[in-house]
């Protein structure tokens, strides 16, 4: 059940693969709440696709998904770090500044490809850093800390990354199941 899964995560400590399958667990839940529980008008055919058929296919593809992250995760980083986090918010820097400070340091330290921080997401006011736990660390301490308020994120993988995957990744987290083969429905199938 989600409990044991729940109870198992937190006994077992942060996993890439779990924490994928119960996210999307977590999101099919908040719109089965919002739309059932909560009363909202259910999507029409004409305003959006639904693809009820492929929810199992979901948490699947999220299990795919955390399994690689976590083999990755095994090859980038082999080192017991006592932080599990491989990301960190960082409010009021640009992209352009973080890049140089990630390339400076990089360059400083002589930081392997596979263990080079990265920017893993960009907002308006701020950009997320990702690296491996103790490379991070040492980033966030020597390059980011002193003229910003870094905040470690509870990303447990290498997310983002598009240096350390390639096509055959994304396709086996892609394959498609036999369940859906010949499936036809009355909404155009997506």
Same mark, same amino acid.
């Given at each position: 059940? +989600?409990?044991?899964?729940?109870? $198992? !995560? ?14 999307? +667990? ?5 719109? +089965? ?37 976590? $083999?990755?995760?095994? %090859? ?16 009021? +820097? ?22 080079? &921080?990265?920017? !893993? ?8 850093? !990702?690296?491996? &736990? ?15 308020? &870094? ?12 240096? %350390? ?26």
């Amino acid at each position: 059940s +989600i409990v044991d899964l729940l109870s $198992r !995560s937190r006994e077992s400590g942060p996993s890439p693969v779990l924490e994928s399958a119960l996210t999307c +667990i977590y999101q099919l839940g908040c719109f +089965i709440h919002f739309y059932g529980d909560l009363g909202h008008d259910y999507p029409t055919p004409s305003n959006s696709h639904l693809v009820g058929l492929c929810t199992v296919e979901s948490v699947v593809i999220a299990l795919r998904l955390g399994i690689c992250v976590f $083999r990755v995760r095994e %090859l980038v980083d082999s080192a017991d770090s006592e932080s599990t986090c491989w990301s960190a918010l960082v409010s009021g +820097i640009s992209e352009a500044e973080a890049s140089h400070l990630i390339d400076e340091y990089s360059s400083k330290k002589a930081t392997p490809p596979s263990s080079k &921080p990265y920017i !893993s997401a960009v907002s308006s006011n701020g950009v997320t850093v !990702s690296a491996p &736990p103790t490379v991070l660390d040492e980033f966030v301490e020597t390059c980011i800390s002193k003229n910003y308020k &870094p905040v470690k994120a509870p990303i447990h993988g290498p997310y983002h990354a598009p240096h %350390l995957y390639d096509d055959k990744d994304i396709d086996r987290i892609l394959q498609q199941s036999s369940a859906l083969e010949g499936l036809t429905g009355c909404s155009p199938v997506i």
